[in-house]
Structure formats: C-alpha cells, structure tokens
C-alpha cells in the first residue's frame, strides 16, 4: 500500500469515466492523499462553473387524506378497542409496504405536516406525527414563560462557558471572546394536571409509592425552565457556543484550547460542576440513579419578552442536553436536541415543532445530572442592531417509577468510508459538485420502529435513500455507479438513473424502501430576504419514512447524494482545515425511534441495536 493510500480520502471521479476529454478526468485516482485533496479543492474543484439549478420537483396534485389506502397500496389497520389508540397496549408490527405512493404525497405537501402524519400509520407513528405539528404547545410554553419569576440557580456564575467567534465555522484556531454566565431557573406547576393522588394503576410496576403519577399516561408534568444568557448578538451569523464546565474543561483536561489563555483556562476549570440544580426539590424514587422520565422538552431561544425568537433570527446549530454517561468511552447520546432543520414550515406549525412533546405512555429517559452544549448564529445581515436573547431549557416529566415505557433512539449517523472530519463529526464534501456514497449495516434487535426524522445540511445534501432487507451485494452497490463506499463524482445528469436503479434491484431481490429524503424547494424551505443563510434559504424539518419494523440480523443499505442547492451553497469558503477551498460540512443522520425496556438509556447504538459495516477512517488534517 503506498502512503498516499494510507493517508488518503478516496475520491473516485465518475464523471471523468465519461469522457476521454474532461479535464476532470485527471482526478480518477482511485486514492488522494489529504495534501492532494486540498489542490484538488484549489485546482480542481474551485474552477468556474455555472451554479446549481434548483431541485426539479414534480407537480403532483395534491391528495387528500382520505385517499392514503391507496397511496401505500395495503388495508388500513386495525384500531384498538374504541377507535382510539391505547397507550398500553403493544405497538402495532407495520405492515410490508414500499413507499413510492409516499413520496408523491411529499412532492406536494411539507413531510411535517398534518397531510404527511397519514391514517393509516400504525397508530403509535401516526400518534408522533401528530404530536410533532400540535399548535397548543408553544401557546403553552410562552403562558408558562410569561408567569416565570426568575430566580439565580444554586450553581456558581462559572458553570456556564460562552465563547464567541466569527462567521463562518466556530474555530478552536480562532481567538474567542470567552466569558460565563450562570442560570436563571423557574418551575411552573402543570395548569391542568390529568391525574391525582389515588386511581388506578398503570405502567410496568403496579407497586410503587402513590403520588402523582398514579393513572397518568397522559400527563406531562410541571415546566422545569432554565434561561442562560442574555447574549447580544449583531448578526452576520457569528457564533455563540455555550457548554457546562465539565463539558468544556474535560476535552482536555489541563490544557486550555487554542487562543484561550491559560490563565483564564484554569479559572473557569478549578470548579468544575455539572447542570446541578435540575430536579432538585422532588422525590427520586432511587436517590443513587437519578432517570427523570421526559414527557415534553424546548431547546430553544427566546427574546427578554419570554417568547420564542426561532429562526430567522436564530440557528442553533446544534443544542443539546445530555445525560451524565453510563460508560467511560461515551461522549454524546443526542437524545435531547435540537438543530436548526427542525423548525417546520409556519404554515404547518413553525416553531411549534422546535416543542418535542411524547405520546401517551412514553417518555426519554434521562439520568440526572445533566449537561448543556450548544452552538447558535444570528443570521440576520452583517451588522444589525444589537439582538439580546436568552437560551431555554424547558423539561416535563417525572423522576421515573415505571409508569412509562421508554423512548428510545437510535441514531444512524453515515458518513464516507474514508472522510475528512470536520466540526461536530460532519464530514467534508465538495461545495460545487455532485457527490455520491452508500453504506450498509445491520440491526440487531427486533422492535417495531415508532417515529423516525432525518438531520442533515439541505444546502448540499441533496438526497437520502434507505432500503432494508438486502446488503450492498445484492443490490451490486460495488459495481455501480454509486461506487465502492466512498465519496465519488457523480454527474448530475447521472443522479436520476441512479436512484431508479436502486429501486428496481429493490424490487427484484425483494429489498423494501422505507425512508427517502429528497430535498425539494417547493415543500421543504422559506426564504427570508435579507440574511446572511446562503441562498436567503432556510430548510425545515422533514420526516419521510413509512412505519417498518426492524430485526436482528437485518441489513440495510443507505445511498446518499451530496450537491449544491445554489449559487451561495455551491460557494461556500472558510472551512478550517482549507480556508481557501469551496468545502461543505455535512451530516447524513436518521433518526429511528423504537421503545427498549431492557436498555435504561435514551439512546441505543453502535454495536447494541445496530452497527454499520466496513471501515471509517476519519482524517484530521490539523492532527497529521
């Protein structure tokens, strides 16, 4: 093996096998050292084209719900006893069913929306569906937001690091203007709480102490509410990072990050605690073994008013609270999150969906004490007036006592098989071309899935096909256009073939399609004029999977496609590892959602409820 292969991104040009006269042609090395991709970026990659057109959508007329017997071409189920869904009853095992009809529907309606949650979902996804779009809850959290009297948590003004730093990536290479803020804490008690003291007795342990969860699978619980901040921001989408101390100081314990000076390292790291107030004044069943079951929860930000700013003004690139971690070699089960890409559309419920909200009878499982991280950018223009603003941890539940059934994740995270890293695990595609690679794996339990969603980057991530019951052998993936696992050039031109192959070898080995994203600018985005979003573009959530269930020893095959959505997407400059280079950082995330009683954790994962095969080999060009 020679050290460029040792050291190198395969890069495979498919484009270049097309013509013996494109000068592309000189980047069919099959393996590119890292030194070589970045004069690829600069020599190759950075040369005039004419930007992307926007994503050709068909006109599919718009259907009706009422017509969703046909469009997934099976019987509608069953329903429990009364026409309602019970939340004690078993999930319902999907039916065997693709999804072609499906992804005409979301070729005329937003996948989160009212006309995507169809009714002949099993009744749990259906359930979810509709949970996400409810309107009632940001009127409910800004009634509780507005009788909040702030109070200053028990926690020391340190426990909380903010960094800022400019557009357009975060940078520990940047010298940050670095500062603490404590917290301002607030509890508003359930206004209309479903249960009482006495009732009958639900759940997985019918002999627990009486309170108020006694015959509560609908309750939600008091508004736990944190605020950080205020921050002032001027847009021009700079970044404020904000993280616990023991998130910021542990990455490497002693030394300070680049551009902090030691001094201020050591001052905010001599103490360094956890989110410590959180539940502070209830009763734990298990002192020891703090899991607060989570029926509702906001990540979000809000205005001094006490109402939700959103975004526009505010992306939050990511912003997470974190369970303390059951084995050392953990760092994050994302299970309480929030990105920017969840946001729907306003006309089908805008912030609203920012509101994660349970059904009846689940709840996340979070073990007590928490952490916070968080990245957000004001994209308003480049010098806008001074935006003041706050970030909001809002929590409902219950210290867990059995009454409800876990809500579990598991997160299927692809990336290429060999990639370079960039900020947060995305890894790096070219900004201006079209680029292609498939993974596969296998699950190794068997649930019925509940609710899934995908995160991704829609500026350059284009599309996103999951199939099931078959390997990346039978469907040929090696032999195909798709190539060997690892990002490859793709003609535009080439991309429509090559989803329509997949799903004819689909068909023919008996594989099922049961997730396809694809982006679309009539369904899935708004455009706010002006900002500083490339494009003025602003991608909402999309949720477009069928129910299916998985198994052990199920594999599964996922083909991504990576391009530009426009002019400004297609431009993007400033990634850290090549500042000079058109580099876009992307994310490939599915997000499946299914219930493991035997698993006290939010998240299941690699090597636990799947694993995803072939190498991963990650490069870090700062690290070489």
């Given at each position: 093996?020679?050290?460029n292969?040792?050291?190198?991104?395969?890069?495979?040009?498919?484009?270049?096998?097309?013509s013996?006269?494109?000068?592309?042609?000189?980047?069919?090395?099959?393996?590119?050292?890292?030194?070589?991709?970045?004069?690829?970026?600069?020599?190759?990659?950075?040369?005039?084209?004419?930007?992307?057109?926007?994503?050709?959508?068909?006109?599919?007329?718009?259907?009706?719900?009422?017509?969703?017997?046909?469009?997934?071409?099976?019987?509608p189920?069953?329903?429990?006893?009364?026409?309602?869904?019970?939340?004690?009853?078993?999930?319902?095992?999907?039916?065997?069913?693709?999804?072609?009809?499906?992804?005409?529907?979301?070729?005329?309606?937003?996948?989160?929306?009212?006309e995507?949650?169809?009714?002949?979902?099993?009744?749990?996804?259906?359930?979810?569906?509709?949970?996400?779009?409810?309107?009632?809850?940001?009127?409910?959290?800004?009634?509780?937001?507005?009788?909040?009297?702030?109070?200053?948590?028990?926690?020391?003004?340190?426990?909380?690091?903010?960094?800022?730093?400019?557009?357009p990536?975060?940078?520990?290479?940047?010298?940050?203007?670095?500062?603490?803020?404590?917290?301002?804490?607030?509890?508003?008690?359930?206004?209309?709480?479903?249960?009482?003291?006495?009732?009958?007795?639900?759940?997985?342990?019918?002999?627990?102490?009486?309170?108020?969860?006694?015959?509560?699978?609908?309750?939600?619980?008091?508004?736990?509410?944190?605020?950080?901040?205020?921050?002032?921001?001027?847009g021009?989408?700079?970044?404020?990072?904000?993280?616990?101390?023991?998130?910021?100081?542990?990455?490497?314990?002693?030394?300070?990050?680049?551009?902090?000076?030691?001094?201020?390292?050591?001052?905010?790291?001599?103490?360094?605690?956890?989110?410590?107030?959180?539940g502070?004044?209830?009763?734990?069943?298990?002192?020891?073994?703090?899991?607060?079951?989570?029926?509702?929860?906001?990540?979000?930000?809000?205005?001094?008013?006490?109402?939700?700013?959103?975004?526009?003004?505010?992306?939050?690139?990511?912003?997470?609270?974190?369970?303390?971690?059951?084995?050392?070699?953990?760092?994050?089960?994302?299970?309480?999150?929030?990105?920017?890409?969840?946001?729907?559309?306003?006309?089908?419920?805008?912030?609203?969906?920012?509101?994660?909200r349970?059904?009846?009878?689940?709840?996340?499982?979070?073990?007590?004490?928490?952490?916070?991280?968080?990245?957000?950018?004001?994209?308003?223009?480049?010098?806008?007036?001074?935006?003041?603003?706050?970030?909001?941890?809002?929590?409902r539940?219950?210290?867990?006592?059995?009454?409800?059934?876990?809500?579990?994740?598991l997160?299927?995270?692809?990336?290429?098989?060999?990639?370079?890293?960039?900020?947060?695990?995305?890894?790096?595609?070219?900004?201006?071309?079209?680029?292609?690679?498939?993974?596969?794996?296998?699950?190794?339990?068997?649930?019925?899935?509940?609710?899934?969603?995908?995160?991704?980057?829609?500026?350059?991530?284009?599309?996103?096909?999951?199939?099931?019951?078959?390997?990346?052998?039978?469907?040929?993936?090696?032999?195909?256009?798709?190539?060997?696992?690892?990002?490859?050039?793709?003609?535009?031109?080439?991309?429509?073939?090559?989803?329509?192959?997949?799903?004819?070898r689909?068909?023919?080995?008996?594989?099922?399609?049961?997730?396809?994203?694809?982006?679309?600018?009539?369904?899935?985005?708004?455009?706010?004029?002006?900002?500083?979003?490339?494009?003025?573009?602003?991608?909402?959530?999309?949720?477009?999977?069928?129910?299916?269930?998985?198994?052990?020893?199920?594999?599964?095959?996922?083909a991504?496609?990576?391009?530009?959505?426009?002019?400004?997407?297609?431009?993007?400059?400033?990634?850290?590892?090549?500042?000079?280079?058109?580099?876009?950082?992307?994310?490939?995330?599915?997000?499946?959602?299914?219930?493991?009683?035997?698993?006290?954790?939010?998240?299941?994962?690699?090597?636990?409820?799947?694993?995803?095969?072939?190498?991963?080999n990650?490069?870090?060009?700062?690290?070489?």
């Open positions: 093996m020679t050290q292969e040792k050291s190198g991104l395969l890069l495979v040009s498919e484009e270049g096998r097309q013996q006269d494109d000068p592309r042609r000189q980047r069919t090395t099959a393996i590119v050292s890292v030194a070589a991709i970045v004069g690829c970026f600069l020599v190759g990659l950075v040369a005039t084209r004419t930007p992307a057109a926007p994503d050709e959508v068909a006109k599919a007329p718009k259907l009706a719900r009422a017509s969703t017997t046909t469009l997934l071409q099976r019987q189920l069953s329903k429990s006893s009364g026409g309602s869904w019970r939340w004690d009853s078993q999930p319902e095992t999907p039916p065997e069913t693709n999804l072609p009809s499906y992804d005409q529907l979301l070729s005329a309606h937003h996948p989160a929306s009212k995507a949650c169809l009714d002949d979902f099993t009744e749990e996804y259906n359930a979810n569906c509709m949970a996400l779009v409810e309107n009632s809850k940001k009127v409910e959290l800004e009634k509780a937001l507005q009788s909040c009297v702030w109070q200053k948590d028990g926690t020391s003004q340190t426990d909380i690091v903010a960094l800022h730093g400019p557009p990536y975060i940078s520990d290479e940047k010298v940050l203007t670095l500062g603490s803020y404590g917290m301002e804490r607030c509890i508003v008690e359930d206004p209309a709480p479903p249960y009482g003291s006495s009732g009958s007795r639900h759940g997985r342990d019918a002999g627990r102490r009486p309170g108020t969860l006694d015959g509560a699978p609908h309750a939600l619980g008091r508004y736990e509410i944190y605020r950080i901040g205020p921050f002032n921001t001027t021009g989408k700079d970044w404020t990072s904000i993280q616990t101390t023991d998130m910021f100081c542990n990455d490497a314990p002693g030394e300070p990050r680049d551009g902090i000076p030691q001094a201020d390292y050591d001052a905010l790291c001599t103490d360094v605690t956890k989110f410590t107030d959180f502070k004044d209830l009763h734990w069943p298990d002192p020891n073994n703090k899991i607060f079951a989570i029926r509702e929860y906001v990540l979000a930000t809000v205005f001094p008013n006490n109402t939700v700013a959103g975004y526009p003004p505010l992306h939050q690139h990511h912003y997470h609270l974190e369970e303390t971690l059951h084995q050392a070699d953990e760092e994050f089960r994302n299970a309480v999150i929030t990105h920017g890409d969840d946001q729907c559309l306003q006309s089908t419920g805008g912030d609203n969906c920012f509101i994660f349970m059904i009846p009878g689940y709840a996340t499982m979070m073990r007590a004490p928490l952490r916070v991280t968080g990245d957000f950018n004001d994209v308003r223009p480049k010098d806008s007036p001074s935006l003041q603003w706050y970030a909001l941890i809002s929590v539940g219950f210290p867990d006592d059995g009454t409800f059934k876990p809500f579990t994740q997160m299927l995270d692809f990336w290429p098989q060999h990639y370079i890293e960039g900020y947060f695990k995305t890894y790096e595609v070219p900004a201006d071309k079209t680029t292609a690679f498939w993974r596969e794996g296998e699950f190794l339990v068997d649930k019925p899935v509940l609710w899934t969603y995908f995160h991704n980057h829609p500026g350059n991530a284009q599309d996103v096909l999951f199939y099931i019951g078959a390997t990346g052998t039978q469907f040929g993936m090696a032999s195909s256009d798709w190539g060997s696992g690892n990002l490859t050039y793709v003609a535009a031109s080439q991309v429509t073939a090559m989803k329509s192959h997949l799903d004819t689909a068909a023919q080995i008996g594989a099922r399609k049961v997730c396809a994203y694809s982006r679309n600018n009539k369904t899935q985005n708004e455009i706010y004029t002006p900002s500083a979003e490339d494009d003025d573009t602003f991608w909402r959530k999309v949720s477009s999977c069928v129910p299916f269930s998985i198994r052990a020893n199920m594999p599964f095959v996922v991504i496609i990576s391009a530009p959505a426009g002019p400004e997407a297609a431009n993007i400059h400033g990634e850290r590892f090549f500042p000079d280079a058109k580099v876009a950082l992307e994310h490939t995330i599915i997000r499946l959602f299914t219930s493991m009683d035997d698993y006290p954790s939010s998240t299941c994962g690699e090597e636990r409820c799947f694993r995803t095969l072939g190498p991963h990650a490069e870090h060009p700062d690290e070489s």
